[in-house]
């Protein structure tokens, strides 16, 4: 059987084609994306850039357990779930979710899933800089 999941973990620049090449098939009539990206402001500060670091094998192994139980819950062919550590500047892309299924409504429910699952249970820490400072978005490394 063909793998069905493709999860990273980079400091590279990640690529919405790699995700996408990696979950088309023919036999697939939908593919959802989310495609996450730094903003430049948030709760009326302006934030000047991201950096994501993270507990690399738990995050992995929690990524995985998310495109698991996707695999498990919806009708779909294949899951990508790539995240970026590093300083991410505003524009970037700090996450990419692909979701290949026959039907578009599973495609868009797994992605949702996935990413509000990954949100709550990947260690992979976020902390923002502004131009007078910076602070943890989520709970510290």
Known sequence: MTQRTSIKITSEILSLQ???????DDSCGGIVTFVGTVRDSTKNKTVTLLDFSGYEPMALKEMQKIANIILEKFPIHKIAIHHAVGELKIGAIPVIIAVSSAHRKAAFEACELAIDTLKDTVPIWKKEH????????????
């Open 18 to 24: 790699d995700c996408t090449n990696f979950v088309e």
């Open 130 to 141: 502004f131009e007078d400072g910076e602070v943890w978005v989520n709970s510290h490394p």
